[in-house]
């Protein structure tokens, strides 16, 4: 039986268009208030502010919204400049009342959108982490806490990919901090989907989530450092998470593999997953 989706608190990084009648989310008209606040150029200053900043990216930057909790405000860096008067929309929600982190309004350069909670997966070189003299514990602790997730957390992220899926919107797994681990409300968020292209085959899998929790990119620089006792625990954790990632494709009907279907054993990234985490082979669903 497909399991219910859960509610995941993530962000959408995507731009949305705006329309008459987008569907429905239940802070609509909350996003809507606060970016119609925010037009007046000194609230937008203020609240785009270097204090306000919980994060930075290449293209933007993401602002808390002061006495809010559940909604964030991302402003872009660069891009078209607005002149004049600026308005204040809602934005379009193909997820419907899904807690997935969508946009649901926008005002200038800037969109209000769900607030996300979680720690990122895996290192990566931006991640404010990553010069410290423990990143690698960290990466290990991440790996802990993403193996110690309940078997719902995996199959609510398999879910929420297959309905990317079909609502025609796709995942970027090449960065690992493109998921965030939800431990205190035992759930796996996920970050940047956006529409797929014009006449795009392409399909998340289960394998994605495998490759992106187990963070292949830094595996090799973690392993290196570690002691061989914590590299053992590690390689513990990482089979944890392929197990109910595969436990979960089998529940919820999400193929394991992007590219290779009916051998996923033949996808290089996910083979690098396996062998990081002690095995050769995809093991079965537990029943």
């Known amino acids: 039986m497909r399991p219910t989706l859960s509610s995941l608190v993530r962000r959408v990084l995507l731009e949305a268009e705006v329309i008459d ?5 239940p802070l609509h008209d909350r996003a809507y208030e606060i970016a119609s606040r925010l037009k007046d150029p000194g609230a937008m200053a203020a609240a785009s502010s270097q204090e306000t900043m919980i994060g930075s990216g290449g293209s933007a930057t993401v602002h808390a919204i002061p006495g809010e909790e559940e909604l964030v405000l991302r402003v872009r860096k660069h891009g078209r400049e607005e002149s004049g008067a600026v308005s204040a929309s809602r934005v379009s929600n193909p997820f419907g009342s899904m807690n997935v982190g969508q946009p649901l309004a926008r005002v200038g350069n800037a969109i209000v959108l769900l607030k996300q909670g979680g720690e990122p997966a895996g290192m990566t070189y931006s991640d404010p982490d990553y010069k410290s003299p423990d990143r690698d514990l960290v990466y290990a602790r991440r790996i802990h806490d993403a193996a110690s997730l309940s078997q719902d957390a995996y199959d609510g992220a398999c879910s929420d990919l297959m309905r ?7 995942w970027d797994p090449s960065k690992s901090n493109n998921i965030l681990i939800d431990v205190s409300r035992d759930r796996l968020g996920l970050v940047d ?19 992106t929790l187990v963070g292949n990119t830094h595996a090799y620089k973690a392993n290196e450092s570690l002691t061989q006792e914590k590299a053992e625990e590690v390689k513990k954790d990482r089979k944890r998470i392929v197990q109910k990632t595969v436990n979960a494709s089998a529940r919820v009907g999400l193929p394991m593999s992007q590219r290779f279907r009916d051998r996923p054993e033949n996808d290089s990234s996910l083979l690098y997953s396996l062998a990081l985490s002690g095995l050769d082979q995809l093991p079965s669903p537990e029943r």
């Open 193 to 211: 989907l956006s529409p797929k292209s014009a006449g795009s085959t392409y399909f998340n899998s289960a394998g994605d989530l495998i490759v």
């Open 21 to 25: 009648e987008p569907r429905e989310h």
């Open 164 to 170: 990317a899926n079909e609502l025609g919107y796709q």
